[in-house]
């Protein structure tokens, strides 16, 4: 069975550019309005099998959200709250902070099935990435 969204293929760079477009729009892509619902507003809360809260926006994208619980949605633990993504199976991390306008992408063609070192992975990478443009 075919998955939307899933199997996709993408270099991490250009993956990227695409989380900048989502927040400059420097080539006026999309409806002002659209966008800041797309990647703003939470319009899906239902739990995953840990019971944490989706925080899925109509886009289908992921909002970090202000319940502590952001680093378990693969933003880390100090990205802004405001942060919208998405990560992939296994691993994969990719997300925009409009706070601080930026964009992080960590792809890997490992499947790692081990749920919480991916997990504890996500969290240190995803932190580091956010700490960067820090203070």
Do not use: C
Not at 33 to 51: K, Q, S, Y
Not at 63 to 81: E, N, P, Q, Y
Not at 102 to 130: C, E, F, K
């Amino acid at each position: 069975m075919g998955v939307p969204g899933g199997g996709g293929v993408v270099r991490a760079a250009d993956l990227a550019l695409l989380y900048q477009a989502f927040l400059h729009d420097p080539k006026g892509l999309w409806d002002a309005e659209v966008l800041a619902d797309a990647t703003g507003t939470i319009r899906n809360e239902l739990p995953d099998m840990w019971g944490v809260p989706a925080n899925r926006t109509r886009g289908g994208l992921v909002v970090k959200g202000t319940d502590d619980l952001g680093h378990r949605r693969g933003f880390g633990r100090t990205a802004s709250a405001r942060s919208f993504g998405h990560n992939g199976a296994g691993g994969q991390i990719a997300f925009a902070d409009p706070d601080s306008g930026l964009s992080v992408v960590y792809l890997t063609n490992g499947l790692d099935q081990h749920m919480i070192r991916q997990l504890r992975r996500d969290t240190a990478i995803a932190s580091l990435a956010a700490d960067l443009l820090a203070d």
